[in-house]
């Protein structure tokens, strides 16, 4: 194959008009990396985690852009997205470690990580509505999402229900919460948010696989493109962006604050691929 997957990936999302301003984008950029330093005073990563604070912005911008569509005002969240950051960073140091070689038993037991866990926990707990249903639920994926990590790790194929979870499941988790602020909800709504946040992870989870390819195909690490071939793989990623971002508009009011969001998700989506944004007419 002549033209990489994350390429062709960029290519459709040009076609489909998916892509970000590149002035706003250097905004975005500088705009993650003051979350993620402000995120990164109250944790303390593992040391072998040199990208602690990228992950922490990362985590606190697309939760940002995940709770829009529900969001009652147009006004953050601060404890959810801090929730959110440290979801991302739980999730991406656990990862790491284990694709470093440590057994899944052992990363159980590292004090680094089971501190994260625990301050985790304390948040979550600190949020002020805590629905029965949204509880039951984000402890499932937790859990589902641990299981998909421990049963994938170091496996170069497993099942695309298992891609799914590892990939989907991180999403929902940073997303979740936000219903743990409302005192009450529509449960419609709900489910529904709750299937576009696991079309949100499902999304980057390709993302990732698609920049990540060479490095993990060389290292036997699972990655969705080596599972499951399509040859109009990036078409049907892109046409998911699209639906993305349209259930996205159809939900969150207009606004600068909010078409910054919006912003965030495709200039992330871009940063990821690794490839140059088109330049303008």
Known sequence: MTTSIATAIARQLSAAGNTPDPDRSRYISARLHHFGELQHRTVVPPPQLASATSLLGFGYVMTEFAIAPVIASQKPYADVLALGALANLIVCAYDALLDSGHAPTRLLRDPLIGRLVDLYFARLAGLPHAHRAVDRTLRRAIQRMYDAETATA???????????????????????????????????????????????????????????????????????????????????????ATRILQAWDAAVPPGRYTRTLRETFLAVTWAWLGAPMPSGP
């Open 154 to 240: 170091g496996q170069p194929a497993a099942s695309l229900r298992e891609w799914r979870r590892k990939s989907a499941l991180p999403f929902v988790v940073m997303g979740l919460p936000f219903w743990m602020t409302a005192p009450t909800f529509d449960f419609k709504r709900y489910r529904e948010h709750l299937r576009w946040l696991y079309r949100l992870g499902q999304f980057f989870g390709w993302i990732d696989d698609a920049a990540d390819l060479a490095g993990d195909r060389a290292d036997g690490r699972l990655n969705y493109f080596c599972i499951a071939t399509h040859p109009d793989a990036a078409q049907r990623i892109a046409r998911c």
